[in-house]
């Protein structure tokens, strides 16, 4: 079946720093992807519509130029968290709809913001 | 707008024992429906969907069935095994968007 990878599967970093997160479509394209992060102990919140050859939609509240979102081809997409806090310490997670709308999920990256 | 509410957990059950996750939603349009499992330190996997009212998903053991009339989606499992022991979520889908619930944990001992 196909699959989508996340890269990397865990990061820690210094406050203020920027880190990058890749999800590659590995079978498939995939013209929309979309970026979820997810608190302990909760539900996966949708942070992000990945749109390839155009512009992020963001879900409200969350900050545009915090978390860059670049879609630069049909199989990958990257999530930059800018500027990293404590608070942005969280378990990321991307999704991508293959040509029968049939979603994968990456197995996430762990971001630990020292 | 589109919500998933799901029974809260933690859930302790024995081995062999039956289970059941309530999980309502609401949705504008006839969305689909998901439960998704995520093993300790794994991501999401999709353990069984349905996408019209009536269907019946089932996997694993594990069954929902797509209650219009009723706006639910449980999981059930006859006979739980201690591998079934992780996170377990609700979810619907509009469109390409995803709405998942809050998510139940599972542990299931010996």
Same mark, same amino acid.
């Given at each position: 079946?196909?699959?989508?990878?996340?890269?990397?599967?865990?990061?820690?970093?210094?406050?203020?720093?920027?880190?990058?997160?890749?999800?590659? =479509? +590995?079978?498939?394209? /995939? $013209?929309?992807?979309?970026?979820?992060?997810?608190?302990?102990? !909760? =539900? +996966?919140?949708?942070? /992000? $519509?990945?749109?390839?050859?155009?512009?992020?939609?963001?879900? !409200?509240?969350?900050?545009?130029?915090?978390?860059?979102?670049?879609?630069?081809?049909?199989?990958?997409?990257?999530?930059?968290?800018?500027?990293?806090?404590?608070?942005?310490?969280?378990?990321?997670?991307?999704?991508?709809?293959?040509?029968?709308?049939?979603?994968?999920?990456?197995?996430?990256?762990?971001?630990?913001?020292? | 707008?589109?919500?998933?509410?799901?029974?809260?957990?933690?859930?302790?059950?024995?081995?062999?024992?039956?289970?059941?996750?309530?999980?309502?939603?609401?949705?504008?349009?006839?969305?689909?429906?998901?439960?998704?499992?995520?093993?300790?330190?794994?991501?999401?996997?999709?353990?069984?969907?349905?996408?019209?009212?009536?269907?019946?998903?089932?996997?694993?053991?594990?069954?929902?069935?797509?209650?219009?009339?009723?706006?639910?989606?449980?999981?059930?499992?006859?006979?739980?095994?201690?591998?079934?022991?992780?996170?377990?979520?609700?979810?619907?889908?509009?469109?390409?968007?995803?709405?998942?619930?809050?998510?139940?944990?599972?542990?299931?001992?010996?």
């Amino acid at each position: 079946g196909a699959v989508v990878s996340q890269h990397p599967s865990w990061v820690i970093c210094k406050s203020g720093t920027s880190v990058k997160i890749e999800c590659r =479509s +590995l079978d498939f394209q /995939a $013209t929309t992807m979309f970026w979820y992060r997810q608190f302990p102990k !909760q =539900s +996966l919140m949708l942070m /992000a $519509t990945s749109n390839e050859g155009s512009k992020a939609t963001y879900e !409200q509240g969350v900050e545009k130029d915090k978390f860059l979102i670049n879609h630069a081809s049909l199989t990958l997409s990257t999530l930059t968290v800018t500027s990293a806090h404590p608070e942005d310490s969280s378990f990321y997670i991307c999704s991508a709809p293959d040509q029968d709308r049939e979603q994968y999920f990456g197995p996430g990256t762990r971001l630990t913001v020292t | 707008g589109n919500s998933v509410t799901q029974m809260e957990g933690p859930v302790t059950l024995s081995e062999e024992a039956f289970l059941t996750i309530n999980c309502t939603y609401t949705a504008t349009g006839y969305p689909s429906l998901f439960w998704y499992v995520q093993y300790p330190g794994e991501g999401l996997q999709l353990l069984l969907k349905a996408t019209k009212a009536d269907d019946k998903g089932s996997n694993k053991g594990f069954e929902a069935t797509y209650r219009k009339e009723t706006t639910s989606f449980h999981l059930e499992k006859g006979s739980v095994q201690v591998s079934d022991s992780a996170v377990y979520f609700c979810a619907l889908m509009s469109g390409n968007q995803f709405y998942f619930g809050t998510g139940t944990s599972l542990t299931v001992i010996p």
